[in-house]
């Protein structure tokens, strides 16, 4: 490498925008930040610090099955998202932070220890997705019966059907 | 007794780390499974006057069928844990099966009390992907009908508070006011609840010839109702002394813990997302948020009494403004053509037919739309893959998130009080089950 003073190209991925370190993305106007698994729970507590004082939603989607979706820098995109919306009230600004999380190891950690207010909600998406939160304070069932078994908001979980009935039909 | 007031300036300020930690370290949550709760008094001394409780999930202070079980010390609250499910009916999974078209008659089913927020909340979410401006006159429709709903699930609160506490006269006066709000509804929408009426692209239709009149006598008359209701419990010494400093929360908590709405602004934090984020033409109107001092039972209903008054104010404000002009975007992708054209125009014909049977797609993304409703932040994430109906779609429902105050409230208290907390939280159970 010549030592002229010449802008050397950067490495990293052609203009990723960055948040707190995190690749960015802007979604109809709303910021979005994408960590990876491992920075996930080290993001928020950054954001609680910066004024973000509400954890408004714990979410997951499952992508299985639905094509390519556009993922900002060398994000990798896996089968299901944890999706956190975090609320500063005094800027009146939102966050939202989406997870990739891997099929074969569909956990994160918890983030009940920096938000209290997020313990219901990320056993809402265990119950339903079965992601589980590490350092969670009591994963258990919260809206399917405790004995339940399976995952009903994954895609590859059956809706089911009860067959239809008629009156003096024979059986 | 003591003054809410008190136990909460005597504290000095704490940062967001060290509230997360107290309220994790509280020990207010019970976290006991069914099989555990069966097995709680083998091998303890039975003597030290703990015992585990179970109230509902058909008591009727439950507001449908929330079940809590308290672990109790005599007569005193130590734990409580919220058993929530039983109107699970996986709306959520349901929502992901049904096009965008049908997307409100599910979401609206969610909070019976206050149908149409969900249904604002899950427009507003698909108007935002569609990337379609609504006329001005549904956005104008679509304030004066949240807000009186926002009224009628206010007075439903007043008349099940009421109940719960034992002024069963305030239940029957506070259902007849609301009856006059779902009678103006059911001229609009057609019926009573569930109404399917703000649906994606404005409202399904024109407010009827002559909308005025019956609301109008309606607003003139109901002041004087609320002044009884003060009369009947504001002011009255027995619903003093049995709502007040009963069941505080402090704002820090309240933020923690992600509580929204009534709850959180009895604290004295005034958020409200009709002030502070602004949806429709709430930036147009005016009105006051209503806030409470000391985040106690009395102040969260002071705050929906009064609450009622500024959403009439609201409404006054949307009749004199009412917009004329269309009632729904005239975009023939998203909404159906008039029923007439369709024996006219072929293109009519086949946009009916697409509409109602594959429906309209929706771009590729994510969003997140929100409304006040009230009982909180209510929330719609949607995720689209670009076809007819949802990749995901999530209610983040207020009375979900509220319900996780209940065991901080309750801590310590009195279970005669359990009552009045568990009203004075006022969740609706089919949204927090979905």
């Known amino acids: 490498m010549s030592d002229v003073a010449e802008p050397v190209e950067e490495p990293t991925p052609e203009g990723v925008p960055e948040l707190f370190g995190v690749p960015m993305t802007e979604s109809r106007g709303q910021c979005v930040l994408h960590p990876d698994r491992d920075g996930y729970h080290a993001l928020v507590s950054t954001l609680r610090d910066e004024g973000y004082l509400m954890c408004v939603d714990v979410t997951a989607v499952d992508y299985l099955g639905s094509g390519e979706r556009s993922l900002p820098g060398d994000v990798l995109a896996e089968r299901f998202e944890v999706v956190a919306q975090f609320l500063d009230h ?58 339940w078994i399976g995952f009903p908001l994954r895609k590859d979980y059956d809706v089911g059907r009860i067959p239809v009935q008629f009156k003096g039909a024979a059986s | 007794m003591t003054l809410a007031h008190e136990a909460v300036s005597s504290e000095t300020i704490e940062t967001p780390a060290e509230v997360a930690a107290r309220l994790n370290a509280s ?6 499974s069914e099989a555990e709760a069966v097995t709680y008094d083998e091998g303890r001394d039975v003597d030290d006057e703990r015992m585990i409780i179970n109230m509902g999930p058909q008591h009727p202070s439950t507001h449908g069928v929330l079940r809590l079980m308290m672990e109790l010390r005599g007569e005193t609250v130590e734990r409580t844990k919220p058993v929530i499910g039983y109107l699970h009916t996986g709306m959520e999974k349901t929502a992901e099966g049904l096009t965008y078209l049908q997307g409100p008659t599910n979401v609206t089913r969610m909070d019976y009390a206050a149908p149409l927020f969900s249904e604002l909340a899950f427009s507003l979410a698909v108007e935002e992907l569609l990337d379609v401006e609504i006329p001005e006159r549904a956005t104008w429709i679509r304030m004066l009908m949240t807000e009186l709903n926002r009224m009628s699930s206010h007075l439903l609160f007043l008349a099940t508070n009421g109940m719960d506490l ?11 006011e609301r009856e006059e709000v779902l009678r103006f509804f059911e ?8 109404h399917n009426y703000i649906r994606p692209g404005g409202v399904a239709a024109d407010l009827p010839d002559g909308w005025e009149d019956g609301l109008v006598a309606f607003l003139d008359q109901l002041p004087k109702r609320l002044e009884e209701f003060d009369t009947l ?11 007040q400093g009963i069941g505080v929360i402090t704002t820090e908590e309240a933020v923690a813990l992600g509580a929204t709405g009534p709850i959180l602004r009895s604290t004295g934090f005034g958020w409200d997302l009709r002030r502070d984020e602004p949806y429709l033409a709430y930036d147009e109107v005016e009105f006051d948020v209503i806030v409470g001092t000391y985040g106690d039972t009395f102040d969260r209903y002071a705050i929906r009494l009064n609450e009622i008054r500024e959403s009439m104010r609201i409404v006054r404000q949307c009749i004199e403004k009412m917009p004329p002009g269309d009632y729904r975007v005239q975009d023939s992708k998203v909404t159906p053509p008039p029923r007439g054209r369709i024996d006219e125009s072929m293109e009519a014909l086949i946009h009916h037919f697409k509409i109602f049977t594959e429906g309209y797609k929706v771009p590729e993304g994510e969003v997140y739309a929100k409304v006040e409703s009230p009982r909180g932040e209510l929330g719609c994430y949607i995720v689209s893959d670009g076809g007819p109906s949802p990749l995901r779609m999530h209610i983040r429902g207020p009375s979900f998130v509220n319900l996780q105050t209940l065991p901080h409230l309750m801590k310590g208290g009195l279970i005669a009080d359990a009552v009045a907390v568990v009203s004075s939280v006022d969740p609706i159970m089919g949204e927090v089950d979905r």
């Open chain 2, 233 to 243: 419990m504001t002011g009255q010494p027995i619903w003093r002394d049995r709502t």
């Open chain 2, 166 to 176: 034992g002024a069963v006269g305030m239940m029957l006066y506070g259902w007849k």
């Open chain 2, 27 to 32: 020990g207010a949550t019970l976290r006991l």
């Open chain 2, 187 to 194: 001229k609009v929408t057609g019926l009573r609840m569930n």
């Open chain 1, 90 to 147: 005094q800027q009146r600004r939102r966050l939202r932070v989406r997870v990739q999380v891997p099929a074969e190891e569909a956990s994160v950690e918890s983030i009940t220890d920096l938000y209290p207010g997020a313990e219901a909600l990320e056993r809402e998406a265990y119950d339903m997705f079965g992601i589980t939160f590490g350092d969670h304070p009591d994963l258990t069932r919260i809206l399917m019966p405790e004995d």
